[in-house]
C-alpha cells in the first residue's frame, strides 16, 4: 500500500533500525556514570551529538536532543524569551508557523506577552520586508519554519536572518520539515528539528542554541542536556535518529532530484486530469517531495477515505477533516482554496509505478465524490435569468455552500449578484477562493441574522 504522508511521519530509515537495535545493547547505562557501561553510553551520546550538530550546522554543544520536535519548540521559545525578558516580550512569527508554535505564542499571549503575525502571500512565503515590518524594539525573539509542513513551499530564512541580526532579535528556525534535505542556510539563532520527519524514530527532537544567544530554561532545573531537556535521555532513540539523519543526507541529493521529478508529475497531471483543482505552494521554492492541491465541490474527509480504500495514505488541510470543523490555518493564511484539500508527501524510495497509479485512480475518485455530492455540471445558460438569487446554505457544510452557489450562478445574467448564506467558517475562505479560480467577482461579506452572506457578481 503506497504511503504518501511522509510529512507528518517517515516510514523508519533502515539505517534507524539497525542503529536502534544496536543501541538497545550497548547504550542502555546511564551515560552520566562513570563505569565501564555508562562510559560506553556517554560515547555514544557525544558520538551522536557530533552527527547531528555536523547536520544542522552548529557546534555540538550548542546542541541538545529533545523527547519530541514539539518539546523542542516550546522550550527553545520559552527559553529564549525568558533569556531576554528585560529587551520586552513581544513575540514575531509568520501566520503559517507550525501549531507548536502558534500554540506557545497563545500561552505567551495569556501571560501577558503579546505576538505578531506576519501574514503570508497566496504561494505561503513570507515576504522579508513585511517581517523585517513586524520587529519592534520590544521583540524578543522572531520564529520562522524554514519550509511548510502543509504545502511545502519554503521561507526566506536567509533574508530574514539578516534583518533579524540587524535588528538585535534571534531567529528560531522550526527546520522539522526540511532538515533531513539539508542544513538551513543563513544566520539563524535557534533551530528545531523532530526525527519522525527524517525516517528516525518518534520520540526525538533537537534543540539548537548558538553561542552568545540570551537563553533561561524554564522549569525546574535539570542536570542533562545542559539543563535544556530534563529526564534520562532515550540513547538508542538518540543514537537512531542522529544515524538516520546522516544516512538520509547522504541520500538527499539523489532523491531529491528524483522526488521532484515525480512531485512535478503529479502537480502537471493533476491539473489536466482533474477538472475545478487548485495546486498550492510554491512551484519552485518548495520542498521536493511534497505537493498540495484543493479540488472544488469535494468534501475532504470522503475524499481521503476513498483514496485510503485504493490503497493509498494522503493527508489533507481540509476543514472538513478537522475536529475543530475550521480551515487549516495554513491554507486559511493563504488565502486558497481548502475544499477538498489533499496533501501528498513522498517518503525516500517512492516508486515510479506507484505514484503513475495514483495518478491514474484519483481523476475516477474525485469524480465520483462529486457525483455523490451532487456537484454542478456545465449546463446552457438559461434563457431568461433572473435579476439576483439568494442561496440558502445555513446550517450545510464545506463544500455545499460552494456546491450550490456553481448551481445558480448561471441564472443570473452577467452583472448581476448571488448571495450566499452560510455559517460553516470554510465559507469565509472557499466562496472567495471559487470566485477566483472561475473567474467571477467576490463583492464581500455582509452580516445576516444568521451566519454571513457572501455576495459574489457574475462576470462571465
Request: charged share 20%.
Given at each position: 500500500?503506497?504511503?504518501?504522508?511522509?510529512a507528518?511521519?517517515?516510514?523508519?530509515?533502515?539505517?534507524?533500525?539497525?542503529?536502534?537495535?544496536?543501541?538497545?545493547?550497548?547504550?542502555?547505562?546511564d551515560?552520566?556514570?562513570?563505569?565501564?557501561?555508562?562510559?560506553?553510553?556517554?560515547?555514544?551520546?557525544?558520538?551522536?551529538?557530533?552527527?547531528a550538530?555536523?547536520?544542522?550546522?552548529?557546534r555540538p554543544?550548542?546542541?541538545?536532543?529533545?523527547?519530541?520536535g514539539?518539546?523542542?519548540?516550546?522550550?527553545?521559545?520559552?527559553?529564549?524569551?525568558?533569556?531576554?525578558?528585560?529587551?520586552?516580550?513581544?513575540?514575531?512569527?509568520?501566520?503559517?508557523?507550525?501549531?507548536?508554535?502558534l500554540h506557545t505564542?497563545?500561552?505567551h499571549?495569556a501571560?501577558?506577552?503579546?505576538?505578531?503575525e506576519?501574514?503570508?502571500?497566496?504561494?505561503?512565503a513570507?515576504?522579508?520586508?513585511a517581517?523585517a515590518?513586524?520587529?519592534r524594539?520590544?521583540?524578543a525573539?522572531?520564529?520562522l519554519?524554514?519550509?511548510?509542513?502543509?504545502v511545502g513551499?519554503?521561507?526566506p530564512?536567509?533574508?530574514?536572518?539578516a534583518?533579524?541580526?540587524?535588528?538585535?532579535?534571534?531567529?528560531?528556525?522550526d527546520a522539522?520539515?526540511s532538515?533531513g534535505?539539508g542544513?538551513?542556510?543563513?544566520?539563524?539563532?535557534?533551530?528545531?528539528?523532530s526525527?519522525?520527519k527524517?525516517?528516525?524514530?518518534?520520540?526525538?527532537g533537537?534543540?539548537?542554541?548558538?553561542?552568545?544567544?540570551?537563553f533561561?530554561?524554564?522549569?525546574?532545573?535539570g542536570?542533562?542536556?545542559?539543563g535544556r531537556?530534563?529526564?534520562?535521555?532515550?540513547l538508542?532513540a538518540?543514537?537512531?535518529?542522529?544515524?538516520?539523519l546522516?544516512?538520509?543526507r547522504?541520500?538527499a541529493a539523489?532523491e531529491?532530484?528524483r522526488?521532484?521529478a515525480?512531485?512535478?508529475?503529479?502537480?502537471?497531471?493533476?491539473?489536466?486530469?482533474?477538472?475545478d483543482?487548485?495546486?498550492?505552494g510554491?512551484?519552485?521554492?518548495?520542498?521536493?517531495?511534497?505537493?498540495?492541491?484543493?479540488?472544488?465541490?469535494v468534501?475532504?474527509?470522503t475524499?481521503?477515505?476513498e483514496?485510503?480504500?485504493?490503497g493509498?495514505s494522503?493527508?489533507?488541510?481540509?476543514?472538513?477533516t478537522?475536529?475543530t470543523?475550521?480551515?487549516?490555518?495554513?491554507?486559511?493564511?493563504?488565502?486558497?482554496?481548502s475544499?477538498?484539500?489533499?496533501r501528498?508527501?513522498?517518503?525516500v524510495?517512492t516508486?515510479?509505478?506507484?505514484?503513475?497509479?495514483?495518478?491514474?485512480?484519483?481523476?475516477?475518485?474525485?469524480?465520483?465524490?462529486?457525483?455523490?455530492?451532487?456537484?454542478?455540471?456545465?449546463?446552457?445558460p438559461s434563457?431568461a435569468?433572473?435579476?439576483?438569487?439568494?442561496?440558502?446554505a445555513l446550517?450545510?457544510?464545506?463544500?455545499?455552500p460552494?456546491?450550490?452557489?456553481a448551481?445558480?450562478?448561471?441564472?443570473?445574467?452577467?452583472?448581476a449578484?448571488?448571495?450566499?448564506?452560510a455559517?460553516?467558517?470554510?465559507?469565509?475562505?472557499?466562496?472567495?477562493?471559487?470566485?477566483?479560480?472561475?473567474?467571477?467577482?467576490?463583492v464581500?461579506?455582509e452580516?445576516?441574522?444568521?451566519?454571513?452572506?457572501?455576495?459574489?457578481?457574475?462576470?462571465?
Amino acid at each position: 500500500m503506497p504511503y504518501f504522508d511522509a510529512a507528518s511521519a517517515a516510514p523508519l530509515h533502515p539505517v534507524a533500525r539497525q542503529a536502534l537495535l544496536a543501541a538497545l545493547d550497548e547504550g542502555w547505562a546511564d551515560p552520566a556514570r562513570l563505569y565501564r557501561e555508562g562510559r560506553r553510553a556517554r560515547l555514544l551520546l557525544d558520538a551522536a551529538r557530533e552527527a547531528a550538530a555536523d547536520a544542522v550546522g552548529c557546534r555540538p554543544d550548542e546542541l541538545v536532543f529533545t523527547s519530541s520536535g514539539t518539546t523542542a519548540v516550546h522550550a527553545g521559545i520559552a527559553g529564549a524569551l525568558s533569556g531576554r525578558r528585560r529587551v520586552g516580550r513581544h513575540l514575531a512569527l509568520s501566520a503559517v508557523e507550525h501549531s507548536s508554535v502558534l500554540h506557545t505564542a497563545a500561552a505567551h499571549d495569556a501571560a501577558g506577552g503579546s505576538f505578531t503575525e506576519v501574514p503570508v502571500g497566496r504561494s505561503g512565503a513570507v515576504d522579508p520586508a513585511a517581517y523585517a515590518g513586524a520587529l519592534r524594539p520590544d521583540t524578543a525573539l522572531a520564529c520562522l519554519q524554514s519550509a511548510n509542513h502543509e504545502v511545502g513551499s519554503e521561507q526566506p530564512v536567509a533574508e530574514v536572518a539578516a534583518l533579524c541580526a540587524e535588528a538585535g532579535v534571534p531567529l528560531l528556525v522550526d527546520a522539522a520539515q526540511s532538515l533531513g534535505w539539508g542544513p538551513v542556510a543563513g544566520g539563524w539563532s535557534l533551530l528545531t528539528g523532530s526525527a519522525h520527519k527524517w525516517g528516525g524514530p518518534a520520540g526525538v527532537g533537537l534543540l539548537a542554541v548558538r553561542k552568545g544567544v540570551r537563553f533561561a530554561p524554564q522549569g525546574p532545573a535539570g542536570e542533562r542536556e545542559s539543563g535544556r531537556a530534563p529526564g534520562f535521555e532515550n540513547l538508542p532513540a538518540i543514537v537512531a535518529a542522529a544515524a538516520s539523519l546522516r544516512a538520509v543526507r547522504d541520500e538527499a541529493a539523489g532523491e531529491a532530484v528524483r522526488l521532484r521529478a515525480l512531485v512535478d508529475r503529479i502537480r502537471s497531471v493533476v491539473a489536466e486530469r482533474v477538472g475545478d483543482v487548485e495546486v498550492v505552494g510554491d512551484p519552485k521554492r518548495r520542498l521536493p517531495h511534497l505537493v498540495t492541491f484543493s479540488c472544488l465541490y469535494v468534501d475532504g474527509e470522503t475524499l481521503l477515505h476513498e483514496l485510503d480504500r485504493h490503497g493509498f495514505s494522503v493527508s489533507s488541510g481540509s476543514s472538513c477533516t478537522s475536529s475543530t470543523l475550521e480551515p487549516s490555518h495554513v491554507l486559511k493564511a493563504m488565502g486558497v482554496l481548502s475544499e477538498g484539500n489533499v496533501r501528498v508527501s513522498l517518503p525516500v524510495g517512492t516508486a515510479e509505478a506507484d505514484v503513475d497509479r495514483f495518478l491514474e485512480v484519483l481523476p475516477g475518485v474525485v469524480a465520483e465524490v462529486r457525483e455523490r455530492l451532487g456537484a454542478p455540471v456545465p449546463t446552457p445558460p438559461s434563457p431568461a435569468p433572473v435579476a439576483s438569487l439568494v442561496v440558502d446554505a445555513l446550517g450545510r457544510r464545506c463544500p455545499i455552500p460552494v456546491i450550490e452557489l456553481a448551481k445558480v450562478i448561471g441564472e443570473v445574467p452577467v452583472g448581476a449578484t448571488v448571495t450566499v448564506l452560510a455559517d460553516d467558517e470554510a465559507a469565509r475562505l472557499d466562496i472567495p477562493a471559487w470566485c477566483e479560480m472561475r473567474e467571477q467577482e467576490y463583492v464581500g461579506e455582509e452580516p445576516a441574522d444568521r451566519g454571513s452572506a457572501y455576495v459574489v457578481r457574475r462576470l462571465s
